[in-house]
């Protein structure tokens, strides 16, 4: 069985190895494909894995495929209707990082609060040494305990998210549209959205990107929250209109924003780039290896279970 990899190296950039891959067939491995080349490089391979290289209807139609196993959660990058009438199984890796998502949150929002880059530079730079007292900042530095964090969208990584948050000792505001009220409790309530806008000092973002949800945080939804609010996202770049949310850091009725996905990746001349109390990082909230060894092992046993005539976490 010939196994195409077509852009294996964001998943494992040497620190991980497919010898679990390679035990299942003979595989062709590629760090990156280019658009043009993607049906060259199939060839006649019946399984092909991707991340994310695009596989249209044309490819498809192009390529005797006979299995596509995604190197991600998302699979969009992945023509469905196109594999599903050319009777091809699709598989993704549903989860994989549900904890290193969640303490990325974290680590978004404590430099925000803290400023840690900023000082520890300063602090190399000798602003320290020349100081006239025992300490300084330059930024204000933020407590979390009794501030409300509000969640949209309450799956594994929302959960897990809030898990954190009350450890910080912050009540916790979620939306979803299938809430579990079992999980409530005396500061972990279910509320709508509106609600979740108006009492939230952070919200963080969770849900998947879906024709109700792109957008989602735009003038009209920003006008909702309190001003002064701080915005995380480690969903997907388009929930956001980013030039709102331009406008909306400017005028600091957003105080800050943690972003680590845009709504094109990897950026060209995003209008956020150039502000200043935007944060942005490039798509590493999923990254810890320890997360990219949960996923290729969840690839290679998607693939198996599929051999075997058994195929999970077919989408």
Request: aromatic letters at 6%.
């Amino acid at each position: 069985m010939k196994i195409v990899i077509l852009d294996g190296y964001t998943l494992n950039p040497g620190d991980l190895n497919w010898i679990a891959m390679e035990t299942l067939g003979t595989v062709t491995l590629y760090d990156r494909t280019d658009n043009a080349d993607i049906i060259k490089r199939i060839g006649d391979a019946e399984i092909v894995i991707t991340n994310k290289t695009p596989l249209t209807k044309e490819t498809i139609e192009a390529c005797h495929i006979k299995y596509i196993g995604v190197l991600a959660t998302g699979y969009n990058v992945v023509d469905v209707d196109a594999a599903t009438q050319n009777n091809i199984v699709v598989t993704n890796v549903p989860t994989y990082g549900t904890e290193t998502v969640a303490q990325y949150v974290f680590a978004l929002l404590l430099e925000i609060c803290h400023h840690v880059g900023d000082h520890n530079q300063a602090v190399h730079q000798g602003k320290w040494s020349t100081s006239p007292d025992f300490c300084f900042w330059n930024q204000p530095l933020i407590e979390l305990k009794g501030k409300t964090f509000g969640i949209i969208g309450a799956g594994r990584i929302g959960i897990e998210t809030a898990k954190i948050a009350k450890a910080f000792g912050m009540t916790i505001v979620a939306y979803t549209r299938t809430p579990d009220i079992s999980l409530e409790s005396d500061n972990f309530k279910f509320v709508d959205l509106d609600t979740l806008y108006k009492k939230s000092d952070i919200i963080s973002l969770h849900c998947p990107l879906t024709e109700s949800t792109k957008g989602m945080i735009n003038t009209s939804s920003i006008h909702k929250m309190k001003d002064g609010v701080i915005l995380i996202n480690t969903s997907r770049g388009p929930l956001i209109v980013e030039s709102d949310l331009k406008e909306a850091l400017l005028s600091r009725k957003i105080y800050a924003a943690g972003i680590d996905v845009l709504s094109s990746e990897p950026p060209i001349d995003n209008v956020l780039l150039s502000v200043e109390n935007c944060i942005i990082t490039p798509h590493i909230a999923w990254a810890t290896q320890a997360a990219r060894e949960r996923l290729l092992q969840t690839a290679v046993d998607n693939l198996k279970a599929f051999l075997d005539g058994s195929p999970i976490n077919q989408v």
